[in-house]
């Protein structure tokens, strides 16, 4: 018996779509094929959505999977009956189905285990962050074969090195399958997210999603507390000492954050996202979807993005709050975390205080405190001007941390069918996963002719350092320089890039050559490789004769003629940048000529 805890700590990397690789499961397994015993595996908890789970049916004996619970929804109070832990986020009946043939999946545990796992029966194990093959076979696998049961506990996200031998290539192609095939969103979250991207292609224009990556935990883990203004500081800094404590940070609790920013450690902040988009060409009238669940600083970070792209959006713009409601689900109350104002005293307890109250003439009583708002006691508006330490979340909080899941997974299923993705934050460094880069991971295997773009945060902390006095007016090679790295980003070079530093972190973000192939008809691709020899982009094998007839049968059904401004919307020639480029600079020398004493970075 085999069981497998996925628990949440406080780990840099969690992010609205933060995906969970569990594919050390289907390892155990490889590893265990030569006992002859029942292996049952259970997955108790997993790490925000995205898991990948599969075995070998004909390496291994008689092995069960019990679907797994989600961590966020196990400890929230309440929330809507209607869904068990897994079913919350996924379509359980489609992972049963997928995964049929490689293992027997069962819905819950039997009886007698459930009864030794309350009692804390199995033995756990705690697997570092990208674990080696050889951890499981040396710190696993005898304690399995002594207990039957074991417990894995995974934080993080990752629990099995991303780049693996290549007498291995077989499981990453098993994670590809499971992640992006498997898991599946329950259809009301597909149905919801097909209606936003529906919703914002309506007029018959195309859209970009954007991921801003400000999240609490990131800027702390990365010291960049500085780059934010008095109370956001305070707090990026409490976290940061939380994670010093904890051992997940092992630096200083005070860092150069300017120095960190410019290394390329810290997010783009959203006026800076604005600025680059301004010297991709993208017209003022671009439509942005703002995914995440979570923006750190909130709609004060991004009024400078607004201000250069009206319309920016969001999930709560583009539904209804009873769609938003439906998807949650009915839930039972919970009690308000709003202090209690004292009961209203009794004349006869009036006239008694006023007789015991002393010699005359005394000082009027103060005023009677106003009442207290919900919106002033949410989240650490609720704490930070009462107390120095921040308290534990409230019941009410893990409710929210659980309705999260679902904005992270509805935007994530809306950036996957963007036109175009712009991410904050990425390939941090960390050595965890992070939403963004997954997301563009996904892209790469969904559509990788789609628009992509993958900065250098580094390359571009250097452009705005040239222009730090005059950004908004930036030179005009500064704007070709921009565009040009940004282009590149969103091609072979930048695809080479990623292979570089995203796939040695997660192999989702980055899910190539081995979950890809080249029809006979595709142009030759001369491979890339790296010093070590490992190939960074091109090497795919031929794709087998179903999928090319199934690809030649789309591409026939695709062949209509599509709109001709649907196509423009999306800059790609550097001639039209150019005209665009001048028309902005001649509406702005006209506005400038207008109000001389206007301050263009105000």
């Known amino acids: 018996m085999m069981s497998f805890h996925l628990d949440r700590g406080l780990a840099h990397g969690d992010c609205g779509v933060h995906c969970a690789n569990l594919i050390t499961c289907i390892l155990l397994q490889n590893l265990a094929k030569h006992m002859l015993l029942p292996v049952s595996i ?13 075995r070998y049916s004909l390496q291994l004996l008689n092995a069960t999977l019990v679907i797994p619970e989600i961590q966020a929804t196990t400890r929230a109070k309440g929330i809507s009956p209607k869904f068990k832990s897994f079913s919350y986020l996924y379509d359980e009946d489609h992972f049963i189905d997928a995964l049929s043939n490689d293992v027997a999946i069962v819905r819950g545990l039997p009886k007698d285990l459930r009864e030794a796992r309350k009692k804390i029966k199995f033995p756990t194990v705690s697997p570092r962050n990208s674990a080696t093959p050889e951890y499981y076979m040396t710190e696993v696998l005898p304690r399995l074969v002594k207990s039957k049961v074991i417990g894995i506990i995974v934080n993080g996200g990752n629990c099995l090195k991303s780049i693996l031998p290549a007498n291995l290539e077989e499981f990453q192609k098993l994670r590809c399958r499971v992640a992006f095939h498997a898991l599946r969103l329950r259809p009301q979250i597909q149905a919801l997210g097909s209606q936003i991207v529906g919703r914002l292609r309506a007029s018959g224009h195309p859209y970009l999603a954007y991921h801003p990556g400000l999240l609490r935990d990131t800027l702390a883990f990365h010291g960049c507390a500085e780059l934010f203004q008095d109370i956001h500081t305070e707090l990026i800094q409490s976290r940061r000492n939380q994670m010093i404590k904890r051992g997940t940070v092992k630096e200083q609790l005070t860092v150069d954050s300017v120095s960190r920013k410019m290394a390329g450690s810290c997010p783009l902040m959203p006026e800076e996202v604005g600025l680059l988009l301004q010297a991709l060409g993208y017209p003022p009238t671009t439509i942005i979807f703002l995914a995440g669940s979570e923006t750190f600083g909130g709609q004060r970070m991004l009024i400078p993005l607004r201000a250069m792209f009206a319309n920016l959006v969001d999930r709560t713009s583009l539904c209804s709050q009873k769609e938003l409601s439906d998807l949650v689900g009915p839930e039972e109350p919970l009690t308000s975390d709003l202090p209690h104002p004292p009961p209203p ?43 120095d330490t921040e308290p534990d979340a409230s019941p009410i909080e893990f409710r929210r941390q ?8 509805l935007d994530y299923f809306v950036s996957v069918e963007a036109d175009a993705f712009f991410p904050g934050f990425h390939n941090d460094g960390s050595g965890w996963p992070d939403c963004s880069s997954l997301i563009m991971g996904h892209r790469l295997y969904q559509s990788p002719s789609g628009i992509t773009y ?3 945060r580094k390359i571009v902390a250097a452009l705005f350092e040239d222009v730090s006095d005059h950004r908004y007016h930036p030179p005009r090679n500064w704007t070709i320089a921009a565009r040009e790295h940004l282009n590149r980003s969103a091609g072979v070079e930048g695809i080479v890039l990623s292979a570089t530093l995203s796939r040695p972190v997660s192999f989702l973000a980055h899910p190539l050559p081995e979950c890809s192939c080249r029809t006979p008809k595709s142009p030759a691709v001369q491979p890339v490789k790296s010093s070590n020899g490992r190939l960074l982009f091109g090497g795919e094998e031929e794709c087998p004769d179903w999928m090319v007839r199934s690809l030649a049968m789309a591409s026939a059904k695709n062949s209509e003629p599509q709109n001709e401004d649907y196509e423009d919307e999306l800059p790609e020639d550097d001639s039209s940048l150019d005209t665009q480029h001048e028309s902005d600079r001649s509406d702005v020398n006209k506005s400038s000529e207008q109000d001389e004493e206007m301050d263009p970075d105000d």
């Open 345 to 387: 005293k009794s004349e006869k307890q009036l006239i008694e205080e006023w007789k015991r109250a002393g010699p005359r003439p005394r000082p009027l009583p103060p005023p009677p405190a106003r009442p207290f708002y919900a919106h002033e006691k949410e989240g650490w508006y609720g704490w930070i001007g009462e107390n």
């Open 42 to 54: 259970m997955v108790l908890f997993m790490q925000r959505y995205m898991v990948a789970l599969r």
């Open 454 to 456: 993958r900065p250098d």
């Open 402 to 409: 659980a309705h999260r899941l679902l904005w992270d997974a």
